[in-house]
């Protein structure tokens, strides 16, 4: 959950194995003991995005250069970030600029445009995962860039590479809390989600504080407002922290027409959400609040409140519900059954039978389904099969593509 514990002299007397233990608890051995599993099992060779695609065995498929360029290497960005997951090297953000491969970081970064180029460099982040020491030293280069987006991404990455590491000088939140209130968006954005990602689970008092009072900020723009409502679902995430819930929820109540009709305002109730993960009927209070919701945000809101609190959890009525609401034809502008896609796979992911029943019912909204319900399907697959490639999730490539 990311919430501090002390060894004291009841878990361990001895003062040696007391730090050790505090050491293994604030995960500060965490990429230590990755990398060396890592060597053990010989798998520390970097990998590209082209491995992963391995476009060159699809029949009649190269690498198009008709594609969208800019949408090519922001997808290799992402991809090449979570295959080289705490390695510590890639070959895009880490090759040494004479590689064959594709250049430095600097090469690589330059290739993207705008928000393309945040996610190149939040990306080092997280192939330098739990290596706090390399990984700041490494981002802080990009924090003196007269790029924004540079500077936001490098933000973002220094919350990627602290995620869950414990450190007594708390180096991301002396860095972050600088930025948070800058005149820039997107650099605040990248403060803000750094600090939600780096402390996530904490339920860290200090950041209540500061996010609370940037929420309630009247000068704020709506992307910031809803970014901090995020970050703080991330950090008292699970924590059924009625405060927050309502600081959310008076925040969703105030919003305009016009406002509401933004597609980001969607994010505030996987804020909501966020806070009652996997705590199934302490949501229910909160849900019917939800339900005096503007029409527009309402039932996106009641599926997404649904979907987190029983996550996890298996629960096969709720699942059903999910069904239910799939099986409907929706009014103009209704969008809630997206998030009921997705809702099936987070309840069912945790249980192997439960998980293969939900691929059947995916297969059957692909089949079936209103291209709202279609496009969810292939996240749904992934969060099934999360680090656990199964063959019945790769088995539905050609029908998604299709």
């Not at 000068?219 to 405060?243: K, Y």
């Not at 399907?377 to 969060?383: E, N, R, S, T, Y």
Request: net charge negative.
């Amino acid at each position: 959950m990311g919430l501090a514990m002390e060894i004291d002299d009841e878990i361990a007397a001895d003062e040696n194995d007391k730090e050790m233990l505090q050491e293994i608890v604030n995960n500060t051995k965490l990429s230590e003991g990755y990398l060396t599993l890592a060597r053990d099992i010989e798998v520390m060779e970097a990998k590209s995005p082209e491995d992963i695609y391995k476009v060159h065995l699809i029949d009649g498929r190269g690498a198009s250069s008709s594609l969208d360029s800019a949408r090519q290497n922001l997808a290799a960005t992402f991809v090449n970030a979570f295959v080289n997951a705490g390695f510590g090297q890639d070959k895009l953000m880490t090759a040494p600029s004479d590689s064959s491969s594709s250049g430095s970081s600097g090469n690589w970064l330059f290739k993207n445009k705008e928000h393309g180029k945040a996610s190149a460099a939040a990306s080092l982040g997280m192939i330098l995962l739990w290596d706090t020491d390399s990984g700041l030293a490494q981002l802080d280069k990009y924090l003196h860039s007269t790029d924004t987006h540079v500077v936001a991404g490098a933000l973002l990455g220094i919350g990627v590479v602290t995620c869950g590491v414990k450190n007594d000088c708390d180096p991301a939140l002396a860095i972050l809390m600088e930025y948070v209130n800058k005149d820039d968006s997107n650099i605040r954005i990248g403060a803000i989600l750094g600090l939600g990602i780096a402390y996530a689970g904490s339920q860290k008092d200090e950041l209540r504080v500061q996010l609370s009072a940037i929420l309630g900020d009247p000068q704020a723009t709506l992307e910031v407002l809803v970014f901090t409502a995020v970050a703080l679902g991330l950090v008292f995430v699970g924590s059924c922290n009625e405060e927050i819930a309502q600081s959310i929820i008076f925040f969703l109540m105030e919003r305009s027409e016009a406002e509401l009709a933004e597609p980001i305002i969607r994010l505030l109730p996987v804020a909501l959400g966020l806070l009652y993960l996997g705590k199934q009927e302490s949501v229910e209070a909160t849900a019917e609040v939800s339900k005096t919701f503007d029409e527009k945000i309402r039932k996106y809101c009641d599926v997404t409140l649904m979907s987190l609190a029983y996550a996890g959890t298996g629960n096969v009525l709720k699942v059903q519900k999910l069904l239910g609401i799939c099986s409907q034809h929706l009014e103009k502008g209704e969008t809630h059954q997206g998030p009921a896609v997705l809702g099936i796979a987070l309840i069912a992911m945790s249980e192997e039978l439960g998980a293969e029943m939900a691929v059947r019912s995916l297969e059957r909204l692909l089949q079936y389904g209103e291209q709202n319900i279609r496009r969810a399907v292939p996240l749904a697959l992934g969060i099934l099969c999360i680090s656990n490639p199964k063959g019945k999730c790769n088995g539905h490539t050609e029908q998604i593509e299709s």
